[in-house]
């Protein structure tokens, strides 16, 4: 709610952000994957694993140059944002 008291009378607009790190088929692979896993709960935890190291190389990278990248986009989303609002009578 503080979004509507600190900017009264503006409209919100939720976004999210996403940074990719793999190809979109690699992530969708690791998207069926993780929802295959949740419907098997009795998948090998060697089997599990795979899936979980699948799922977090589809959306995190830790390289510094992915993590920089990030923290760059996010900072120009912020930006671009706040200086709308101070363009809003």
């Known amino acids: ?3 509507y008291e600190e900017c009264p009378g503006t409209e919100y ?3 999210a952000l996403e940074f990719g790190t793999l190809p979109l088929t690699e992530v969708f692979g690791a998207l069926r994957a993780d929802h295959w896993l ?3 709960p009795e ?3 060697q089997h599990r694993a795979a ?6 190389r589809a959306f995190y990278d830790d390289t510094p140059q ?3 990248a ?3 986009q996010a900072r120009d989303a ?3 944002a706040l200086a709308h609002l101070s363009d809003t009578p």
């Open 1 to 3: 709610m503080a979004a």
């Open 13 to 15: 607009t939720g976004i």
């Open 38 to 40: 949740h419907i098997h």
């Open 43 to 45: 998948a090998p935890a």
């Open 51 to 56: 899936v979980n190291t699948a799922m977090r």
């Open 66 to 68: 992915w993590q920089a």
């Open 70 to 72: 990030v923290v760059a």
């Open 78 to 80: 912020a930006h671009a």
